[in-house]
């Protein structure tokens, strides 16, 4: 019985980081977008005295920042789904195997 639990249960927890990670990814795209709307607007409204242009050079640097982010959250849960896949067949292989010891030491009684 633990040999089936734990890898159900190291299943669940692959599963609950990829969902993490999923969610975390979709923050900073939420936040990329919003920062890339914001200098769109001052953008849109002529913005060039100094103080401007130093808000849109922060938020073209917040902006390639984010984008960093999201390449990496990308890879990370890519990562994730291959080792989540890995422990999928991993889970499906340990059931085949206990299938069959069940069949082998039922036949024998």
Partial sequence: MSDRARPEQLLGEV???????????AGFRKRALAAESRLRDVEAA??????????????????????HENESLRGRLGAAADRTRQMMDRVHFL??????????????R
């Fill in 15 to 25: 599963e609950a980081l990829v969902r993490h990670l999923g969610d975390e990814l």
């Fill in 46 to 67: 002529g913005g060039t005295s100094p103080s401007d242009l130093e808000q849109i050079a922060m938020l073209r640097d917040r902006v390639a920042q984010l984008e």
């Fill in 95 to 108: 059931r085949q195997q206990s299938q069959g010891a069940e069949r082998t030491n039922g036949g024998e």
